[in-house]
Structures are given as C-alpha cells and as structure tokens.
C-alpha cells in the first residue's frame, strides 16, 4: 500500500508508522489486524512505546557500554559500532578537538586550577574565570572555553568535581555557570 505521510510518499507496511494517510488525504489508524500480526510475530512493546521499536532496539543493550573521555575537551565519548575494531584508538570526540589539541595553556590552565583549589579550604569553591584571569589577566575571556575544558579533563581524571547551585553535574552536559571544588 503506498501512502503518503509527513509529506513524502512511502510504502508502508503499517507496523512502524503510529498514522499513515491514504491517496485521498484522509487519516487512517492501525488497524486490530495490524496489531494482532503483532502479536503472532511475537513483538514485546515497551510501557508507553506503540511503535514497536523496542525489539529494534533490543540490540543496542547488548553492545558494550564503554566510555571515555575526550583528550582535548574532557567531554564524554560513548561506544560506537563504528569504533568497533579501533575503540583503543579514540581519543577525540570530534574533528575540532583533534586539529585543536593540546596546547600548554591547556596544561597551565590545569596546574592554575589545582593551584587555587590547593589555597583555599577542602569545601570551597572556584570559578573556571579565576583559572583563566591567573594565566593573562587581560585576556582571560579567550581562555573561559580552554578553562572549562581543563576542568573536564581533571573531572575525568577524578581530580575535581563540577558543581552548580552545589549540586555536582555532568561535565559533558553542563550549561551555565559552573563552579569547581576538590573530589570527595
């Protein structure tokens, strides 16, 4: 049956589509046919998922579930297929970061973090800007990016830890103001 559906015409078999509208533009529905076809081949569906995707997905778990972290930008970098045969390889997480690099403000960035954290007490916090102002104190905003990313690499390291409203975050998903404190 062909149908047309989020404005491209398709052949459809009606078991991955939620609505489907046929020639005339009207929407039909899954039918109890279609569902009990389900039923025969044996198709699990996951609580609240009607698109049969769970079984597509069943695959997925059984990959491992490796992660590391990027090089440069101490983000978080997650298995592939891709990366199958070369996972030992990976170091980057993108193009930019392996032309970027390491540079030795990325290394004086670190040692500016470990530094102020060591000064004050075990509680305490610092900003990523107070990293970046004692390594050029006229030009420390180029630095925020690098600052943040060298608090990454430390929190992969375990290190340090990246806290917002006091609460620890994930470094690779982490929007906002950060503050950073000693691991505990």
Do not use: F, N
């Amino acid at each position: 049956m062909i149908v047309r559906g989020r404005g491209y015409r398709r052949i459809a078999d009606g078991l991955h589509l939620r609505y489907v509208t046929d020639h005339t533009g009207r929407t039909l529905r899954r039918t109890a046919r279609l569902r009990k076809i389900r039923q025969e081949q044996g198709r699990l569906r996951l609580p609240g998922c009607s698109c049969g995707r769970a079984d597509r997905d069943r695959s997925r778990d059984d990959a491992p579930v490796d992660e590391k972290a990027c090089a440069v930008c101490g983000r978080r970098i997650t298995w592939r297929k891709a990366w199958e045969r070369d996972w030992e390889r990976v170091r980057y997480c993108s193009t930019g970061c392996r032309r970027r690099g390491l540079r030795d403000s990325d290394a004086a960035l670190e040692t500016a973090i470990r530094e102020l954290l060591a000064a004050r007490a075990r509680t305490s916090t610092i900003c990523p800007s107070e990293a970046a102002r004692r390594i050029d104190p006229q030009g420390w905003r180029e630095l925020m990016t690098p600052a943040r990313m060298a608090a990454r690499r430390l929190v992969a390291r375990g290190e340090v830890q990246i806290v917002q409203g006091g609460r620890v975050v994930d470094p690779s998903t982490a929007k906002g103001p950060i503050r950073i404190r000693c691991a505990r």
